[in-house]
Every structure is written in C-alpha cells, then in structure tokens.
C-alpha cells in the first residue's frame, strides 16, 4: 500500500523474524549495560542466549514503575550519559518521579513511529497539523512535533492551554489535523461553540487523541462536533512516548502496535500469568530498538487486550478501559471513569465534562458524579434521575448524581482529572 512501511502489511513470520532478532539484541544490550537487568536475571536464573523464540520471553522477570523509581534518575541507563540526547521525567504527582533517556537513534525512530501513526490517521505531507499537547517533560508535545515534521508536515506548536487562542489559531491557520488529548479536544470544541465559530467548517480532517482514556462515545461527539475523523494514540513515556501503537482511519478498531519496535504481552496482573490474546489484563511492553533505556517486560498497569491485525498485520490492542490504578472499587464492584463516561454521553442533556469524586460515609463508600448539562439546557432532575437509573442498571452501583451548569467542572489543556478519591480523608 502507498505510503506504508513495508514491515506494516509483512506477514507474520515477517514480523517475527524482526521481533526475535531485535529481542535477543535488546536482552544483551540490557544484560550487558544495565546492573539492575544482569541481577534480576541471574534471580531469575535466565540469560539473554536463553532467548530462542518469542515464547521465552515469558522466562524472564517483570520490569515496574518502581524499578524505575529505585533507580532514579539514570541507574537504568544503557549508554554514557554523553550518548543522550533528550531527558524526559514524570512529575511525580502519584509517587517518587523518574527519568527516561533518549539517544539521537532513539529520537529518529520515536519521529517515525509517530509519522507512521499521523499517517495511519490520514495525514500526509504538506499538511499543518494544530499540537495542542503540552510541551515540556511531558512526551506528547515534543513527541507529536517531531513525528509531524518527520512526515512532511507543517507544526503550529500551540502546546495546551490559552483556549480562546487555540481557537483563532485554528481559524486563521486552518489545519488539517488537531492533536491533543481528547477532553481538551472538548474544551477546544466548546469554545468553538462560544465564540460563534463553526468547527465543522473549520477544514479539520483528522484528529488524532491519546494519552488518557476516551470512549467511543467521546469519539463520536469530537468526530460530529468538528466534522472529523478521530483516532486513538497511545503510548507513554517510560517505552517511548507518544506512538507505542496508534489507530487506522480506514478501521478505527484500536490502536495498532507498532510491533518492529514494541513487543506486547498482556499478563493476568495479579499472577503475572501471560494471557492468551483476546484476553483481558495488563499490558506489558519490551522494547525493541530503545538504546538509551531498553525496557524489558514493563508492566503498564494499563487494562487492555491484544487483538488480529486488521488493517496492518500488527497486532491491536483494544480501548484501553483504565489504569488498575484508577479502576474505581466502590463496595467490591469495578469500575472505570470510561464507563460512566459512556453513559453520560448516551443522554442529550448532558456534556462530556465530568468528575467522579468518592466519599466514605459512616461505613459506607460512595460515588459522586458531577456532571454538566448542555449549553442551553435547563436542568429539571430528569437526566439525573436517567444518570442515576442508568449507572445502577450498567454498573452495579448506586451513585448520587450532581448535575451542574455549563462550564462548572474545572478544565484541563492536558490530561483531565475523572476521579476525585477522599475516602481517606474526613469530609
Ligand atoms: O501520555 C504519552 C502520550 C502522549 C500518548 C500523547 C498519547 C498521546 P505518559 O504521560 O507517560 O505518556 O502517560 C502514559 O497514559 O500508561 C496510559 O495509562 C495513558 N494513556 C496514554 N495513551 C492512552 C490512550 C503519555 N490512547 C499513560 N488511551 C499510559 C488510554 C492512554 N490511556
């Protein structure tokens, strides 16, 4: 297919073969490089020459956040320092934070995994693409940047934030394609919508959407609201960034795996057990090409599955439903923000801007969905009294309903915050 690389549509022995080589590569460099990787392999009592095909990778152990925390900032390294050229951290908001390296050659391939996923979303060269992801120590700014010029693109590198701006940028600049997280997608929308201005007419084509959960029904109202087509990007930082997988125009079935430089496993996470694909559980990333800071087995304690190529024969993950760090346990039943997202959106009356907030009373833990209605809307009680039908008949529990007007449930320009837990603390 035009365009394409041509290990997008190898078959799958092709990819294998790639995979194998690539991996063996990567348990020596990590082997040879890294202390971390050389004792938690003899515990383990493996060696890289172990390595014959893909299924012995199981053998070898897990890699997690806290290992990375342990070694902050660079005990993970796989380079000299001098070989580095880009520094990347966590802010550390849930935890101790850390730092992921990258080498020119590292760079070069994350900008053409992510021209891969800009292309796979429709864009091409000669087109501007609007990056409304934040710049900084978070990927996806520099990360989008980079895969956008890579392509042939021309950036507009707005970065998050200063809405009204964003808008008559898009008006005046005119680009085919919008990156940014989906809620800030919303609130770009929403201005839009304030401002007068027709965001169908704005000559959008393709918006491509990460770095947070986002339901189908999101995708819906961004691809109506501004007359596009909207994909799924996914990625993070630790493996790489922005471009770890990314979704088809022609399929919109899931974010595929760019597999020539990320091998997947989805792992039972309380087990560790390795899932067949189709199966629900934690996705685990090796990397395949990083130099800096090669990652085996990463647990992401992101909740997906692995699913058949479709449009490329790489493998897809399905939407990713949350974090097991943000699933929502309220009296024994599991939740994620996602689904109640979906919800919302089935109702009319009712805007995509939300936030969960937990409580306990007495001994009792409960739910709180804030929820605003549409501009224009007047609130009568009826979409909460359906919100509230809706969330016990779908979900299982009982949550109280909060609906607010326009505008009342505070913004982000970068990840938005679903889930307010003060469980812990007296109310
Ligand atoms: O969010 C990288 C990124 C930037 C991806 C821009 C896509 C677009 P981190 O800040 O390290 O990196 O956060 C990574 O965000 O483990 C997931 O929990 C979540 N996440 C990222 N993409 C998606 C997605 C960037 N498409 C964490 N759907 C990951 C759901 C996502 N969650």
């Known amino acids: 297919m035009a365009g394409l690389d041509a290990i997008e549509t190898a078959s799958r022995d092709e990819i294998a073969a790639l995979q194998t080589v690539r991996l063996r ?38 890699t997690t956040k806290q290992h990375l925390r342990d070694a902050y900032p660079f005990g993970l390294f796989a380079v000299p320092r001098t070989d580095v050229r880009r520094l990347h951290a966590s802010s550390g908001t849930t935890g101790s934070a850390t730092v992921v390296g990258s080498t020119q050659a590292d760079l070069d391939i994350w900008a053409h995994l992510v021209a891969r996923s800009i292309h ?4 091409r060269a000669g087109m501007t693409a609007h990056i409304a992801y934040g710049y900084g120590l978070f990927t996806g700014g520099l990360g989008a940047h980079a895969g956008a010029e890579r392509l042939g693109c021309a950036v507009v590198p707005v970065s998050g934030g200063m809405t009204p701006r964003q808008v008559r940028l898009l008006c005046d600049l005119r680009p085919e394609i919008l990156m940014a997280t989906p809620s800030y997608a919303l609130v770009i929308l929403d201005e839009c919508r304030a401002r007068g201005v027709d965001a169908r007419a704005l000559g959008l084509r393709s918006g491509i959407f990460g770095a947070e959960p986002w339901s189908e029904a999101m995708r819906t109202e961004l691809e109506q609201g501004f007359g596009i087509d909207a994909v799924d990007i996914y990625g993070l930082s630790e493996v790489m960034g922005p471009g770890v997988a990314s979704e088809c125009v022609e399929s919109k079935d899931g974010p595929v795996v760019w597999e020539d430089h990320f091998y997947p496993e989805v792992i039972d996470p309380q087990s560790g057990a390795l ?22 087995r990463y647990r992401t304690r992101d909740l997906s599955c692995l699913l058949p190529g479709t449009a490329r024969t790489m493998r897809r993950i399905g939407r990713i439903a949350g974090r097991s760090d943000d699933m929502i346990v309220l009296r024994g039943v599991k939740l994620f ?17 939300y936030l969960i907030e937990l409580h306990r009373e007495g001994r009792l833990d409960r739910m709180t969905v804030r929820v605003e209605t549409r501009d224009g809307v007047a609130d009568d009680g009826e979409a909460a009294a359906a919100l509230m039908h809706a969330v016990k008949e779908v979900l299982g529990v009982t949550a109280r309903i909060e609906v607010t007007a326009a505008g009342s449930i505070e913004r982000s320009a970068g990840k938005a915050l679903r889930v307010r837990d003060l469980r812990g603390t007296v109310r």
């Open 25 to 62: 590569r990567t348990l020596d460099h990590a082997w040879r490089n890294v202390p971390h990787y050389r004792r938690s392999f003899a515990e383990a009592g493996v060696h890289p020459g172990d390595l014959r095909t893909l299924d012995d990778l199981a053998r070898f152990p897990f």
């Open 120 to 123: 796979a979303a429709g864009g």
């Open 337 to 353: 923000p996602s689904q109640v997202e979906a919800l919302i959106l089935r109702d009319t009356r009712l805007a995509p801007h």
């Open 275 to 296: 899932l067949a694909d189709g199966q629900p559980g934690e996705l685990v990333f090796t990397t395949l090409s990083r130099q800096a800071m090669p990652l085996i």
